[in-house]
Each structure stands twice: as structure tokens, then as C-alpha cells.
């Protein structure tokens, strides 16, 4: 398998056992002095390099995980959002910090260890993004709905991935899943 960086794998194929989507937003913010980096705007397009999406800053990946390559991107299903939003919270793509908001494939789809085809990029799954008190920022949050908020966000607030192959990502571009190469 390769790593962060490695070449093009044209042998790497679809996997018919996983949904295929699309992409519903993009997200980014840069870095802006005193600002939090929720709620993410949505833009049109996006380059992703080696280190995740060229233009976005995110505060806590920089400063406490030191630029790790399995947070470059962050995953999360519109399907979710909907959920969230039946249960009383009004969450909007990107308000959850998400560079991609998926459509048409399930949160458990997006598994460690899974690959996927996301415009001219290939991302690899590596973990699931834990709810943090920055959420507490949101204006349909705040503090006193902050700790129910966290409960309600454990295992929903999307996927942490790595970049196998940089690309440029469009809204509503194709999400397919991949085999890795052996």
C-alpha cells in the first residue's frame, strides 16, 4: 500500500461491495486570526493535496496533531445531517467543520481502511472524527445545549482521511469505492 503521496495506482479498482455517491459540498476555511473554523463555507471546487485541502486551516489538526496525513480531510454524509436535523438540530453542511459533505452513502460505509474515488482524488478512511467543545460555537448550540449536542454528535461526526492520490474535487462529482492495490 502506499503512503501519503505515493503515485496514481491505475490498478486500483471499484468495489462493488460499497455504495457509490457523490458529492454533495465542499468546504474550506482559511486561517483567520480570532475566528474559529466552524462553520466551514461552502465553494465549488477544491484542490486536495498530500496535506488535505489546499486553502483550509483547521486549528486543531495544525496545532495538537502536528499536521497528521490521516486528518487531511474530513468525510461527512448528508444523510447525517438530515438525521440530526429530524432530531431538532438545524445543521447545515459545513457548519460540522467538514471539507466533504457526501451524499448517497451511508456513515458506516466510510470505514477505516476503506478507499475512495472522490473526483481526481483517492482518500483512505482512517478514523472517525470525535465531537470537540468547539461545536459548543455553533449559534443553535451554545453552552447549555452544548453537552447534549457532543452526545448526540458520538459516532456522526464524520471520517478522518488521508489523501493516497491528489486531485481536484467538484461539487457533485462522482464518490466510488476502491479496491487498494495488493
Known amino acids: ?28 476555511k482559511s486561517k483567520v486570526n480570532g475566528e474559529h473554523g466552524l462553520p466551514k463555507p461552502s465553494v465549488p471546487e477544491v484542490r486536495i493535496g498530500t496535506g488535505g485541502v489546499e486553502g483550509d486551516f483547521n486549528r486543531f489538526r495544525h496545532e495538537e ?32 467543520g467538514e471539507n466533504v459533505t457526501t451524499e448517497g452513502i451511508g456513515y458506516a460505509h466510510f470505514a477505516p481502511g476503506t478507499h475512495w474515488k472522490v473526483g481526481e ?22 453552552t447549555e445545549r452544548g453537552p447534549a449536542f457532543l452526545k448526540t454528535m458520538l459516532h456522526r461526526r464524520g471520517w478522518f482521511a488521508r489523501v493516497v492520490r491528489a486531485g481536484r474535487i467538484r461539487a457533485h462529482d462522482a464518490i466510488e469505492p476502491m479496491d487498494p492495490s495488493p
Request: glycine share 10%; net charge negative; charged share 25%.
Open 65 to 96: 496533531r502536528h499536521d497528521d496525513p490521516g486528518m487531511a480531510v474530513l468525510l461527512l454524509p448528508r444523510e447525517t445531517l438530515e438525521e440530526l436535523n429530524r432530531e431538532g438540530w438545524p445543521v447545515a453542511p459545513g457548519d460540522l
Open 121 to 142: 482524488a483517492e482518500l483512505e478512511v482512517v478514523k472517525p472524527c470525535d465531537p470537540c467543545d468547539n461545536l459548543y460555537l455553533l449559534p443553535y448550540v451554545g
Open 1 to 28: 500500500m502506499g503512503g501519503v503521496g505515493a503515485p496514481a495506482r491505475s490498478e486500483a479498482r471499484p468495489s462493488s461491495e460499497r455504495s457509490s455517491g457523490r458529492v454533495f459540498q465542499l468546504h474550506r
